[in-house]
T-cell receptor, first 114, second 113 residues
Framework: DAGVTQSPTHLIKTRGQQVTLRCSPK?????VSWYQQALGQGPQFIFQ???????QRGNFPDRFSGHQFPNYSSELNVNALLLGDSALYLC?????????????FGPGTRLLVL | AQSVTQLGSHVSVSEGALVLLRCNYS??????LFWYVQYPNQGLQLLLK??????LVKGINGFEAEFKKSETSFHLTKPSAHMSDAAEYFC???????????FGDGTTLTVKP
């Protein structure tokens, strides 16, 4: 049973560029959440996708957008990259929008913006 | 707004000693609480979760946590530390669903031989 997978593992971009990160949820999961983890900090919730729609969003600007595909996989897009966007981006999947469902996290994509 | 405070960004214990990692949350409504562990260059792994059943929650790798509503705390403990427990530990809280969690800033646990 494959867990949550993310690609790429590492990425280097320059300011102003755009980036797309990808996530495949754990088998059977239909909900995908994205988090940003800056160095030395805890993860911060970006948004969550369910049934191909953004269901909840954290305090992130519109430069951060996403998509969920019919197979439940998801993409995180960041436009006009800033140096402060350098972080580990974590994807987590769960089954349905219920409070007691366990989130399973992927290994993350480490983004460096120069 | 919900928040989580982890007291002590770094905790160091000797192998075999008690591990105590502290977590307090701010809320007037009982939340759902989680502890995660993160090893270097890896994602987060769930250690345990409180979902309004028993207040003492047992998790993996010998860890447990006790929900104390009067103290708004959810401290993580382990009776005897192993070298393999050295990692970053995060406390998290959610009120709506498991997907939107608020995390603390983490506690780095060092285990000395």
């Amino acid at each position: 049973d494959a867990g949550v997978t993310q690609s790429p593992t590492h990425l280097i971009k320059t300011r102003g560029q755009q980036v797309t990160l990808r996530c495949s949820p754990k088998s059977g999961h239909d909900t995908v959440s994205w988090y940003q983890q800056a160095l030395g900090q805890g993860p911060q919730f970006i948004f969550q996708y369910y049934e191909e729609e953004e269901r909840q969003r954290g305090n992130f600007p519109d430069r951060f957008s996403g998509h969920q595909f019919p197979n439940y996989s998801s993409e995180l897009n960041v436009n006009a990259l800033l140096l402060g966007d350098s972080a580990l981006y974590l994807c987590a999947s769960s089954l349905a929008i219920t409070q007691q469902e366990t989130q399973y996290f992927g290994p993350g994509t480490r983004l460096l913006v120069l | 707004a919900q928040s989580v405070t982890q007291l002590g960004s770094h905790v160091s214990v000797s192998e075999g000693a008690l591990v105590l990692l502290r977590c307090n949350y701010s809320s007037s409504v009982p939340p759902y609480l989680f502890w995660y562990v993160q090893y270097p260059n890896q994602g987060l792994q769930l250690l345990l979760k409180y979902t309004s059943a028993a207040t003492l929650v047992k998790g993996i790798n010998g860890f447990e946590a006790e929900f104390k509503k009067s103290e708004t705390s959810f401290h993580l403990t382990k009776p005897s530390a192993h070298m393999s427990d050295a990692a970053e530990y995060f406390c998290a809280v959610s009120y709506t669903n498991a997907g939107k969690s608020t995390f603390g800033d983490g506690t780095t646990l060092t285990v000395k031989p």
